[in-house]
């Protein structure tokens, strides 16, 4: 059930999505909502139970158990992810919530996403200790852990962006386009050309030749290249 709380969460824009034109996919609504997250949610449980069978089988401590539950988190990710399975669904990845910080997430230029998602999954439950901590000793001892772990990350981060050479220039003229196109109409294919020459009419708009950079918006070309 965790787990399918987990994807509900992650994935509700899929739902979203398809109120573009509720018209026409109202009927996929249960499977976006419900369907989706359900089957996602088996790798969850199989994470659970592959670090729960070791766990006895070994007869593990708190800690080994925790490593066990990153390390089979991080795994069934990667099977999540690859190709064979849902052509490579590496949506909602534990690691991406380093991204509020710049400097740690620097660590994924040496352990990759997946690095990230096991510290997050690891770091995140030792400090979780602290609710069976019963002195203050022990309360001390894993927030200096956590807190020298987060430090570390981030420093390394911090000292890595120290060391990439700056390139900066001027007299850059950067034109951004942005037509503005209605969502729906994107759905129409009898509009793509449509919108793929609105982008280049106001690309060229106003001296092209002064123009160093274009930059089109995420959506801007309607269609594979």
């Known amino acids: 059930w965790f787990g399918f709380g987990h994807f509900i969460s992650l994935f509700y824009w899929i739902s979203v999505a398809l109120f573009v034109e509720i018209s026409k996919f109202f009927w996929l609504l249960p499977f976006s909502l419900l369907v989706i997250p359900a089957l996602t949610a088996i790798f969850v449980g199989l994470t659970a139970l592959s670090a729960n069978f070791l766990r006895y089988k070994l007869k593990a401590n708190r ?6 539950l990153s390390f089979f ?3 069934f990710e990667l099977i999540r992810s690859s190709e064979p399975i849902f052509g490579g669904f590496a949506l909602g990845l534990l690691g991406y919530i380093w991204g509020f910080s710049l400097y740690i997430s620097q660590m994924a230029a040496f352990i990759g996403i997946y690095g990230l998602s096991f510290l997050a999954l690891f770091l995140c439950g030792f400090l979780g200790f602290l609710f069976e901590a019963n002195s203050r000793q022990k309360i001390m001892i894993i927030l200096i852990i956590f807190l020298l772990s987060i430090l570390t990350m981030g420093v390394f981060g911090w000292q890595r962006l120290r060391n990439i050479d700056n390139f900066s220039t001027k007299n850059i003229n950067i ?3 942005q037509p503005n196109i209605d969502q729906s109409k994107k759905q129409n294919f009898a509009s793509l050309k449509e919108i793929f020459l609105e982008n280049i009419k106001l690309s060229k708009k106003d001296d092209l030749d002064k123009i160093d950079l274009l930059v089109w918006s995420e959506s ?6």
């Open 63 to 68: 800690i080994f158990h925790l490593f066990l």
């Open 73 to 75: 988190w991080v795994f």
């Open 220 to 225: 801007a070309v309607p269609f594979f290249l």
């Open 175 to 177: 034109r951004l386009v």
